[in-house]
Each structure stands twice: as C-alpha cells, then as structure tokens.
T-cell receptor, first 112, second 114 residues
C-alpha cells in the first residue's frame, strides 16, 4: 500500500511569513500533484511535477519533486490570508489510470 | 467550459438504505474516478472508469459500485449504508488515463448516514 505522509499537519502563521510543507513516501510515483481545498469544495489542482528534481514556481509558491520521485515540497513565500486552506499532495500510481494516493493533508491558516 | 458536475450536493440517508450519486465530467473527458473523503481517513480512491470499463479499484467493500455510460457520465452506488459511509464523495475527470493527465475534481456530494 502506498502512503504519503505530509508535515506539518496544521500550520498557523502570520501574514508575510514563509512556510514549507513536506510530502514524503517510500514509494515511487509517476507524477506528484499538489491541490488546495477550501471548505465545502473539491480539491483544485495547483501543479503537477513529473521529473525527478523538477522545480516549478507559481507566483509565491515553489514546488519541488525529489530526485527519486518519492517526495515533494511546497514552499510559500510571504503568505497571505488568501493562502488559507487544506493543502494536499497526491501521487499518481506508476501504472497510470488516474489513481491518486493522497497525502494526509496540511491545514494552513494565515492570519492578518 | 463547464467543470465536473456532481449531484446531489447534499443528502441524508438512513442506515441500511442505498444511495446513487451522479457525476458529469468535463466535456471530452473520458476518464472518471471517484474518491471518498472523511476527516479520519482523508481522501481515498474508490474506482476509475474509462470508456465504460472499470480500470482501477480501491480497497473498498463490494457495497460500493459504479458504472460509466457511453456519454462518459458516471454514477456510483452504495448499498446497505453504514454510519461510517458518511463522507464527501468526490468525482474527478480527465481526458484519458495516461500518466500526467490533469485531473479535475467536482465540488462533491455530501452524504450523511443517520
């Protein structure tokens, strides 16, 4: 069974602070995706990383895929209240078929 | 273009009953997958359909079933409902099933079993 562990589980910070969320597994994934989910809604895709060592930037968000394609990180600089939400990493099974294994989630709250 | 549409959004059922949830994927998408989200277990994969065929299945009991129609719309059914089936059921669609396809989620159907 593939498992994805995210840390930290909860994070409460002040506006303007930086933060990093980690997503770790002992399994190899063909790709890794990061989602943000707000209460009462479905997850919204932020980014997909495919190549080991890949780094992608989305405005203030930086995503990195580990060299061995087993882990990933999400770094947010100068966090804003609008970044508040549940952040989920999800690994795509190497067999394809859109089967995602989701991480345990990181609940982020950014306060003024 | 319209996103993934799920109906109903909210429903309450009694233990022992059965429920059917519906999902309309994004136009042109042929792969539909279903997930269950609970506070305790997080998001877990139920099954995936592509061209009316179930291609992947998660570790859920046989009470959970699904199907896909020729227009790619999908339904999932849960029979003999248990209290533990209370959850947000999410449908997701993508163009195909090749690795790296972008997967889009609907807003989900909130099921409460009493």
């Amino acid at each position: 069974t593939q498992l994805l562990e995210q840390s930290p589980q909860f994070l409460s910070i002040q506006e303007g602070e930086n933060l990093t969320v980690y997503c770790n597994s002992s399994s190899v994934f063909s790709s890794l995706q990061w989602y943000r989910q707000e209460p009462g809604e479905g997850p919204v895709l932020l980014v997909t990383v495919v190549t080991g060592g890949e780094v992608k930037k989305l405005k203030r968000l930086t995503f990195q895929f580990g060299d061995a394609r087993k882990d990933s990180s999400l770094h947010i600089t100068a966090a804003q209240p609008g970044d508040t939400g549940l952040y989920l990493c999800a690994g795509e099974d190497t067999g394809g078929g859109n089967k995602l294994t989701f991480g345990t989630g990181t609940q982020l709250k950014v306060e003024l | 273009k319209a996103g993934v549409t799920q109906t109903p959004r909210y429903l309450i059922k009694t233990r022992g009953q059965q429920v059917t949830l519906s999902c309309s994927p994004i136009s042109g998408h042929r792969s539909v997958s279903w997930y269950q989200q609970t506070p305790g277990q997080g998001l877990q994969f139920l099954f995936e359909y592509f061209s009316e065929t179930q291609r992947n299945k998660g570790n859920f009991p046989g009470r959970f079933s699904g199907r896909q129609f020729s227009n790619s719309r999908s339904e999932m059914n849960v029979s003999t409902l248990e209290l533990g089936d209370s959850a947000l059921y999410l449908c997701a669609s993508s163009l195909g099933s090749a690795s790296g396809n972008t997967i889009y989620f609907g807003e989900g159907s909130w099921l409460t079993v009493v």
